[in-house]
T-cell receptor, first 115, second 114 residues
Framework: AQSVTQLDSQVPVFEEAPVELRCNYS??????LFWYVQYPNQGLQLLLK??????LVESINGFEAEFNKSQTSFHLRKPSVHISDTAEYFC?????????????FGKGTKLSVIP | DSGVTQTPKHLITATGQRVTLRCSPR?????VYWYQQSLDQGLQFLIQ???????AKGNILERFSAQQFPDLHSELNLSSLELGDSALYFC?????????????FGQGTRLTVV
């Protein structure tokens, strides 16, 4: 089985401050890791993904996440947040579970950026 | 725009009724996934199809069923609806079924059961 734990359900942060959204996973198989973002009243959009290679992955809008196998974590960070980053963020894992590759999501973290 | 189209965007229906949600995957994508998003359960995987065949089942109730048609669009049928079925239902598609294949999500169908 595979599971994802997002340790914080809500994270308020002031504009231009740094933020870290925490994600831990467990799996009995090798996994690939993803962060999705959901803006209000919208669907899920892929923010970034770790498939292989460098453990630090970056998105085009300044977010980054680091895969840490020993700590089974994939925390999302941004050094300086903007109002437009207000959204819900979902960490997800995907591995081969009996031939299926469905994404397993965490419960989500609501990021609120305060002006 | 992810390229995945879900209709309708909103649906309000009464308890006991049956509804059908439709999903058109991105052009060329063979795999379709259905997810349910509710406040208490979060995002739950329901079912996956690949090229018309059921591939995996998650936490899908017996009152729910799905299929993928030859043109690769998919429908999720929800019957004997209960208040607790009110949720946002997402469809996602991917080109293949490998673990490193990116899944693209539609905007969702918001179902309200009254």
């Amino acid at each position: 089985a595979q599971s994802v734990t997002q340790l914080d359900s809500q994270v308020p942060v002031f504009e231009e401050a740094p933020v870290e959204l925490r994600c831990n996973y467990s799996s009995s198989v090798s996994v690939y890791l993803f962060w999705y973002v959901q803006y209000p009243n919208q669907g899920l959009q892929l923010l970034l993904k770790y498939l292989s290679g460098s453990t630090l992955v970056e998105s085009i809008n300044g977010f980054e996440a680091e895969f840490n196998k020993s700590q089974t974590s994939f925390h999302l960070r941004k050094p300086s947040v903007h109002i437009s980053d207000t959204a819900e963020y979902f960490c997800a894992v995907r591995g081969n579970m009996a031939g299926s590759y469905q994404l397993t999501f965490g419960k989500g973290t609501k990021l609120s950026v305060i002006p | 725009d992810s390229g995945v189209t879900q209709t309708p965007k909103h649906l309000i229906t009464a308890t006991g009724q049956r509804v059908t949600l439709r999903c058109s995957p991105r052009s060329g994508d063979l795999s379709v996934y259905w997810y349910q998003q509710s406040l208490d359960q979060g995002l739950q995987f329901l079912i996956q199809y690949y090229n018309g065949e059921e591939r995996a089942k998650g936490n899908i109730l017996e009152r729910f069923s799905a299929q993928q048609f030859p043109d690769l669009h998919s429908e999720l049928n929800l019957s004997s609806l209960e208040l607790g079925d009110s949720a946002l239902y997402f469809c996602a598609s991917s080109l293949q079924i490998g673990a490193n294949t990116e899944a693209f999500f539609g905007q969702g169908t918001r179902l309200t059961v009254v």
